[in-house]
């Protein structure tokens, strides 16, 4: 390939794309800082950030190698590009765009995909365990299933993507449900939060929380239409598709919460909008625009019910990554081979289209392996952190609040507000109700009632 090749519109808009899913991590800070209690937010919220931090360095060292530098097995890539050796150079391009802008675009899918994982540990796990955690799983887990899902050659690629022959547009399977089935592993392995099912634990605000929804709104058309690598049709066609579902799943969720417990939240709308961003991303390419509307009404009533298995089941996932991410990733994908359409760019007929099982046989497999493997190793690495450096806080601690613990901060000073209302002759709130909201996603009534109100 030639400098000639190089489309500076494709360019434009994958390097745009990438500043967008960048967003999107802190946007992922805000949603799950507003869902906790005011003595975890900072700590809820570092968790995302240091996310960043971390995956950065591990994706310029050896991450593109692995999930992007040739193949070995289907399974990983090689270390011919440690570092991004030899991708300095004009001749160094990726379809119409030079290959930096594409290790650019990635690198924050990478960045993401762990820090989903954080909120189902909120409350009670130590930020060093945290940070060996992402090392650890984004080395084992997360560069393996991405180059079996993306890394596509022609049959010498990737068993998922290339080989199987699942679709995965944007990332339903290597992203979300990825990221879910780690989740569920770490929530069993550190255990439930004191006070879980007892204390209310309801958002400390919900404001922070409608913030984040928009955020992630807004950078998901990166993370969607920019997996189209180009400026085109492709782009938009994924970018409507995203847009339609999103709103529809909003509706779904609210129609549930309406149906459950006669109101409609704010809470709801904003983890409806997730549901259904998480739905359509691996869907985004495969079906049309009325096939999204579907989908997305589907992904959150679906996840509306899904977020009330944790009591059922007593697993303590506190940001509802389980039922949002996990069920959410799955059921897009599953999408697929139901109503993929031949019209889209992925090409696919799903089963209401004619097409048969076939595709749907081939998304269900591949989404069961890489649950499986994610868990495991998400379990083990838990538990091996746990035993050695600790993960889960000790009790007196998580009493007190992480941030205080972890962090020697505290997220408002409420100490001065209270001063200066009294300078300027106003009652200084009640002590009482200072931390009042919790960081659980659910309010006591969907403890009761089965759905996140």
Known sequence: MT??????????WVLASAALVMLMTPGLAFFYGG??????????MMMSFITIAVVTILWVVV??????????????????????????????????TPTLAFVAFQMMFAIITPALISGAIADRATFRGWIVFVVGWTLLVYFPVAHSVWFLDEGNGGWIGDKLGAVDFAGGTAVHLNAGAAALALAIVLGKRIGWKKDPMRPHSLPLVLLGAGMLWFGWFGFNAGSALSAGTTAAITFVNT?????????????????????????GLASGAVAGLVAITPSCGAVTPVGAIAVGLLAGAICAFAVSLKYKLGYDDSLDVVG???????????????FGSAAAPSAVDGLFYGGGVSQLGKQALANVVVAIYSFGIAFILGKVIDKTIGFRLKEDDEVAGVDQVEHAETAYDYLSAAGLRGALGRPAPAAATVGAGTDNGSTEASEKEGVKA
């Open 324 to 338: 949002v991410h996990f069920v959410g990733g799955l059921f897009g994908s599953l999408a697929i081979g139901l």
């Open 35 to 44: 869902m906790v209690r005011v003595k975890s937010v900072l700590n809820m």
């Open 243 to 267: 847009q339609v579902a999103t709103a529809a799943a909003v509706i779904g969720w609210l129609i549930v919460e309406r149906l459950t417990h006669g109101k409609a939240t704010t809470l």
């Open 63 to 96: 991450g593109y190698s692995l999930t992007f530098g040739g193949d070995t097995g289907h399974v990983i890539g090689n270390f011919s590009e440690v570092g991004l050796k030899g991708l300095l150079v004009p001749e160094a391009v990726s379809g119409t």
């Open 3 to 12: 400098l000639m090749e190089i489309n500076a519109g494709d360019t434009a």
